[in-house]
């Protein structure tokens, strides 16, 4: 996860509670979001081997963050996919205000994973 996440987040794992994702696993990060340190708390709601894992947020930044990654075959390779649903904290004062760069950020760090793993496995993008 380190690896294909952007450097300007300076993300960091900080404990996990198994070496491999499984559901129940706890993950702790730490990252700074535009100079903001922050702590992240993760928990592996659900997981499926080969074929997905949703981690929620426990703490963060985030009032809400559930994220679904899929992995569905397709022809020889696998087809990788995220579905992120998010609520900004501090009701619609948060959506009014954040919003518009939190979305911006979002979509800059899927991009970032998208090249890096074509890049990194020799990838077509779809």
Known sequence: LEEITPPFLNF?????????VAKGTKITYKLKLHGIPLK???TIEDFAANSFF?????????????????FTPLNKGTLLGDRVLYRLPFGWLGRCVAHFYVKKDVQKIFSYRTQTLKKRFHLRQM
């Open 12 to 20: 960091k794992v900080e404990t996990t509670t198994s070496k491999v």
């Open 40 to 42: 992240w708390h993760t």
């Open 54 to 70: 949703i981690d929620n947020q426990t703490k963060g930044p985030y009032k809400r963050w559930h994220h679904t990654h899929t």
